[in-house]
Protein backbone atom coordinates (compact mmCIF):
# COMPACT_ATOMS: atom_id res chain seq x y z
CA UNK A 1 0.00 0.00 0.00
CA UNK A 2 3.10 2.43 -0.20
CA UNK A 3 2.33 5.60 -1.77
CA UNK A 4 -1.66 5.02 -2.48
CA UNK A 5 -4.26 6.89 -0.74
CA UNK A 6 -6.78 4.39 0.54
CA UNK A 7 -10.32 4.78 2.50
CA UNK A 8 -9.09 1.94 5.40
CA UNK A 9 -6.89 -1.54 5.80
CA UNK A 10 -7.38 -4.47 7.84
CA UNK A 11 -4.42 -6.38 8.84
CA UNK A 12 -4.05 -9.41 11.16
CA UNK A 13 -0.85 -10.26 12.20
CA UNK A 14 0.30 -13.64 14.46
CA UNK A 15 3.83 -14.00 15.58
CA UNK A 16 5.70 -16.79 17.65
CA UNK A 17 9.22 -16.08 19.00
CA UNK A 18 11.36 -18.48 20.31
CA UNK A 19 15.23 -17.16 22.12
CA UNK A 20 16.41 -20.13 23.14
CA UNK A 21 19.66 -18.07 24.93
CA UNK A 22 18.01 -14.70 25.79
CA UNK A 23 20.76 -12.59 28.40
CA UNK A 24 19.96 -10.16 30.56
CA UNK A 25 22.52 -7.40 32.24
CA UNK A 26 20.92 -5.25 34.58
CA UNK A 27 19.13 -2.30 33.46
CA UNK A 28 21.49 0.75 33.02
CA UNK A 29 24.17 2.31 31.40
CA UNK A 30 26.63 1.21 34.27
CA UNK A 31 25.22 -2.62 33.47
CA UNK A 32 28.29 -4.87 33.27
CA UNK A 33 29.00 -7.67 30.76
CA UNK A 34 30.06 -9.94 33.17
CA UNK A 35 26.60 -9.67 35.11
CA UNK A 36 25.15 -11.82 32.27
CA UNK A 37 22.22 -14.16 33.15
CA UNK A 38 21.11 -16.34 30.15
CA UNK A 39 17.32 -17.81 29.91
CA UNK A 40 14.71 -18.80 27.17
CA UNK A 41 12.16 -16.14 26.10
CA UNK A 42 9.17 -17.14 24.18
CA UNK A 43 6.59 -14.50 22.58
CA UNK A 44 3.42 -15.20 21.10
CA UNK A 45 1.58 -12.31 19.78
CA UNK A 46 -1.54 -11.42 17.71
CA UNK A 47 -1.82 -7.96 15.88
CA UNK A 48 -5.19 -6.62 14.62
CA UNK A 49 -4.26 -3.34 12.72
CA UNK A 50 -6.84 -0.64 11.15
CA UNK A 51 -5.51 2.41 9.38
CA UNK A 52 -6.03 5.05 6.56
CA UNK A 53 -4.19 6.54 3.66
CA UNK A 54 -4.95 10.22 4.19
CA UNK A 55 -2.26 10.41 1.08
CA UNK A 56 0.37 8.63 -0.79
CA UNK A 57 2.27 9.98 2.17
CA UNK A 58 0.66 9.57 5.22
CA UNK A 59 -0.65 6.99 7.50
CA UNK A 60 -2.55 6.38 10.30
CA UNK A 61 -2.97 3.44 12.03
CA UNK A 62 -4.61 1.60 15.71
CA UNK A 63 -3.51 -1.47 16.61
CA UNK A 64 -4.77 -3.97 19.36
CA UNK A 65 -1.97 -6.56 20.50
CA UNK A 66 -2.77 -9.34 22.28
CA UNK A 67 0.65 -10.66 23.59
CA UNK A 68 1.99 -12.83 25.78
CA UNK A 69 5.58 -13.47 26.82
CA UNK A 70 7.29 -16.70 28.98
CA UNK A 71 11.23 -16.76 30.73
CA UNK A 72 12.20 -19.62 31.22
CA UNK A 73 15.33 -22.46 31.74
CA UNK A 74 16.90 -19.35 33.51
CA UNK A 75 20.78 -19.77 34.55
CA UNK A 76 20.94 -20.83 38.51
CA UNK A 77 23.11 -18.85 40.50
CA UNK A 78 23.90 -16.02 38.59
CA UNK A 79 23.51 -12.58 39.30
CA UNK A 80 19.77 -11.82 38.14
CA UNK A 81 18.45 -15.31 38.48
CA UNK A 82 15.64 -14.35 40.27
CA UNK A 83 15.02 -11.66 39.09
CA UNK A 84 14.16 -13.19 35.70
CA UNK A 85 12.68 -16.09 37.30
CA UNK A 86 10.06 -13.75 39.09
CA UNK A 87 8.73 -12.68 35.56
CA UNK A 88 7.49 -16.22 34.31
CA UNK A 89 4.58 -16.35 32.51
CA UNK A 90 2.95 -13.18 31.63
CA UNK A 91 -0.20 -11.48 29.59
CA UNK A 92 0.28 -8.22 28.68
CA UNK A 93 -1.91 -6.98 25.91
CA UNK A 94 -1.62 -2.80 24.91
CA UNK A 95 -3.28 -0.47 22.14
CA UNK A 96 -1.13 1.78 20.03
CA UNK A 97 -1.87 4.74 17.39
CA UNK A 98 0.80 5.08 14.88
CA UNK A 99 1.52 7.63 12.30
CA UNK A 100 3.99 7.61 9.29
CA UNK A 101 5.10 10.34 6.96
CA UNK A 102 7.12 8.52 4.31
CA UNK A 103 8.31 9.98 0.71
CA UNK A 104 11.04 7.24 0.33
CA UNK A 105 10.88 5.73 -3.00
CA UNK A 106 10.99 1.67 -1.95
CA UNK A 107 9.96 -0.01 1.59
CA UNK A 108 12.52 -2.69 0.22
CA UNK A 109 15.58 -0.71 -0.51
CA UNK A 110 15.33 2.83 -0.50
CA UNK A 111 17.19 5.50 -2.07
CA UNK A 112 16.11 8.60 -1.45
CA UNK A 113 13.39 10.30 0.67
CA UNK A 114 12.43 10.67 4.30
CA UNK A 115 10.40 8.68 6.73
CA UNK A 116 8.79 9.96 9.99
CA UNK A 117 7.27 6.92 12.07
CA UNK A 118 5.83 8.17 15.64
CA UNK A 119 4.21 5.23 17.83
CA UNK A 120 2.53 5.57 20.77
CA UNK A 121 1.78 2.37 22.92
CA UNK A 122 -0.69 2.18 26.10
CA UNK A 123 -1.24 -0.56 28.50
CA UNK A 124 -4.12 -0.65 31.51
CA UNK A 125 -6.63 -2.23 33.03
CA UNK A 126 -9.44 -1.58 30.56
CA UNK A 127 -7.37 -2.40 28.08
CA UNK A 128 -7.43 -6.36 29.36
CA UNK A 129 -3.81 -6.13 30.89
CA UNK A 130 -3.79 -6.31 34.45
CA UNK A 131 0.16 -7.35 34.40
CA UNK A 132 0.83 -3.84 33.11
CA UNK A 133 0.26 0.36 33.45
CA UNK A 134 2.48 2.18 30.85
CA UNK A 135 2.42 4.77 28.22
CA UNK A 136 5.31 4.55 25.73
CA UNK A 137 6.32 6.73 22.50
CA UNK A 138 8.65 6.12 19.92
CA UNK A 139 9.81 8.86 17.94
CA UNK A 140 11.53 7.58 14.50
CA UNK A 141 13.24 9.80 11.93
CA UNK A 142 14.72 8.04 8.55
CA UNK A 143 16.31 9.89 5.75
CA UNK A 144 17.68 8.34 2.77
CA UNK A 145 20.30 10.24 -0.30
CA UNK A 146 21.65 9.75 -3.27
CA UNK A 147 25.27 10.60 -3.71
CA UNK A 148 27.18 9.07 -6.53
CA UNK A 149 24.52 6.73 -8.36
CA UNK A 150 21.65 5.40 -8.00
CA UNK A 151 22.90 2.59 -5.79
CA UNK A 152 25.10 4.61 -3.63
CA UNK A 153 22.71 5.63 -0.63
CA UNK A 154 24.21 7.46 2.50
CA UNK A 155 20.94 6.19 5.16
CA UNK A 156 20.70 7.94 8.46
CA UNK A 157 18.27 7.38 11.39
CA UNK A 158 17.80 9.01 14.70
CA UNK A 159 15.41 7.54 17.19
CA UNK A 160 13.94 8.67 21.29
CA UNK A 161 12.26 5.92 23.24
CA UNK A 162 10.77 6.72 26.45
CA UNK A 163 8.59 4.35 28.76
CA UNK A 164 7.03 5.67 31.83
CA UNK A 165 4.28 4.04 34.38
CA UNK A 166 3.62 2.82 37.52
CA UNK A 167 4.14 -0.61 36.35
CA UNK A 168 6.43 -1.44 33.61
CA UNK A 169 7.27 -4.60 32.71
CA UNK A 170 10.99 -5.61 32.15
CA UNK A 171 10.09 -6.93 28.10
CA UNK A 172 8.37 -3.36 27.53
CA UNK A 173 11.40 -1.27 28.32
CA UNK A 174 13.39 0.63 26.11
CA UNK A 175 16.36 -1.43 24.84
CA UNK A 176 19.66 -1.23 22.81
CA UNK A 177 21.89 -3.85 21.48
CA UNK A 178 22.11 -6.44 18.44
CA UNK A 179 20.76 -6.32 15.03
CA UNK A 180 17.02 -5.69 15.37
CA UNK A 181 15.48 -2.65 13.65
CA UNK A 182 14.52 -1.05 17.20
CA UNK A 183 17.43 -1.95 19.22
CA UNK A 184 20.04 -1.79 16.19
CA UNK A 185 23.87 -1.55 18.28
CA UNK A 186 25.61 -4.01 16.02
CA UNK A 187 29.00 -4.06 18.07
CA UNK A 188 26.56 -5.37 21.27
CA UNK A 189 25.04 -8.31 21.98
CA UNK A 190 21.48 -8.43 21.82
CA UNK A 191 19.77 -6.62 25.11
CA UNK A 192 22.64 -5.27 26.22
CA UNK A 193 21.50 -2.12 27.29
CA UNK A 194 17.71 -1.76 29.40
CA UNK A 195 16.28 0.96 31.07
CA UNK A 196 13.44 3.81 30.75
CA UNK A 197 14.54 5.86 27.79
CA UNK A 198 17.07 5.68 24.98
CA UNK A 199 19.02 7.69 22.07
CA UNK A 200 19.81 5.58 19.35
CA UNK A 201 21.75 6.97 15.99
CA UNK A 202 22.29 5.10 13.21
CA UNK A 203 24.30 5.76 9.94
CA UNK A 204 25.36 3.95 6.89
CA UNK A 205 26.96 3.85 3.45
CA UNK A 206 25.05 1.81 1.24
CA UNK A 207 27.11 0.79 -1.94
CA UNK A 208 27.53 -1.45 -5.19
CA UNK A 209 29.79 -4.22 -5.65
CA UNK A 210 29.07 -6.58 -8.43
CA UNK A 211 25.46 -6.82 -9.96
CA UNK A 212 23.01 -7.88 -7.22
CA UNK A 213 25.63 -7.81 -4.44
CA UNK A 214 26.21 -4.57 -2.68
CA UNK A 215 28.04 -3.67 0.41
CA UNK A 216 27.75 -1.07 3.45
CA UNK A 217 29.82 0.94 6.20
CA UNK A 218 27.77 1.63 9.41
CA UNK A 219 28.11 3.33 12.40
CA UNK A 220 25.99 3.16 15.30
CA UNK A 221 25.34 5.49 18.80
CA UNK A 222 23.37 5.22 21.64
CA UNK A 223 22.77 6.19 25.16
CA UNK A 224 19.92 4.87 27.48
CA UNK A 225 19.05 6.63 31.09
CA UNK A 226 16.51 6.09 33.71
CA UNK A 227 14.50 9.47 32.98
CA UNK A 228 14.93 12.45 31.38
CA UNK A 229 16.96 14.82 34.55
CA UNK A 230 19.56 11.78 34.48
CA UNK A 231 20.56 11.47 30.89
CA UNK A 232 24.37 11.41 30.52
CA UNK A 233 25.57 12.18 28.04
CA UNK A 234 29.20 10.37 28.69
CA UNK A 235 27.54 7.07 28.95
CA UNK A 236 26.78 6.98 25.29
CA UNK A 237 28.45 4.24 23.21
CA UNK A 238 29.28 3.58 19.79
CA UNK A 239 30.21 1.02 17.86
CA UNK A 240 31.37 0.71 13.61
CA UNK A 241 31.47 -2.03 11.22
CA UNK A 242 30.85 -3.34 7.47
CA UNK A 243 28.77 -5.77 5.89
CA UNK A 244 26.93 -6.98 2.51
CA UNK A 245 23.56 -6.89 1.32
CA UNK A 246 22.26 -9.44 -1.85
CA UNK A 247 19.56 -7.83 -3.36
CA UNK A 248 16.37 -8.90 -4.78
CA UNK A 249 13.26 -7.97 -6.31
CA UNK A 250 10.88 -7.84 -3.28
CA UNK A 251 13.95 -8.48 0.09
CA UNK A 252 17.39 -7.96 0.83
CA UNK A 253 19.36 -10.57 1.87
CA UNK A 254 22.02 -8.95 5.18
CA UNK A 255 25.17 -9.78 6.18
CA UNK A 256 26.70 -7.46 9.02
CA UNK A 257 30.36 -7.63 11.49
CA UNK A 258 29.66 -4.86 14.51
CA UNK A 259 32.68 -4.06 16.44
CA UNK A 260 32.97 -2.17 19.73
CA UNK A 261 35.14 -2.34 22.87
CA UNK A 262 33.03 -5.66 24.08
CA UNK A 263 34.20 -6.98 20.81
CA UNK A 264 33.14 -8.38 17.84
CA UNK A 265 29.44 -9.35 16.56
CA UNK A 266 28.24 -11.50 12.81
CA UNK A 267 24.54 -11.22 11.70
CA UNK A 268 22.94 -12.97 9.11
CA UNK A 269 19.52 -11.70 8.18
CA UNK A 270 16.88 -10.23 6.11
CA UNK A 271 16.21 -6.75 4.69
CA UNK A 272 17.64 -3.05 5.76
CA UNK A 273 17.45 -1.98 9.70
CA UNK A 274 16.50 1.06 8.55
Known sequence: RQGKRYPISFDLKAEYYKFLKCSFYGTGAD??????????FEKKELQIKIGRGFTPSFVAEVHYVLKEVNYFNVEEEKTFTETIKIIGEKFSPYATFFIRFDTSDSQIHPTR???????????????????????????????YIRIFG???????RTLIQKISGKKIPLFEMPVL?????????????????????????NGEYRFPIWKKLGGNVFMDGGLIWPS?????????VVDFGWGLR????????RFDMGFSEEGTRIYFNFGHIF
Do not use: C, P
Request: glycine share 6%; proline share 0%; aromatic share 16%.
Open 177 to 201: GGHSEMTAMRGYALNRFIDKGKFLI
Open 246 to 253: YYLQNFVV
Open 228 to 236: WSKIRVNKA
Open 31 to 40: SKKEDETVFT
Open 113 to 143: GFRLLFQNDLASSFLGNKNARYYRFTLDLRK
Open 150 to 156: QRDVLAF
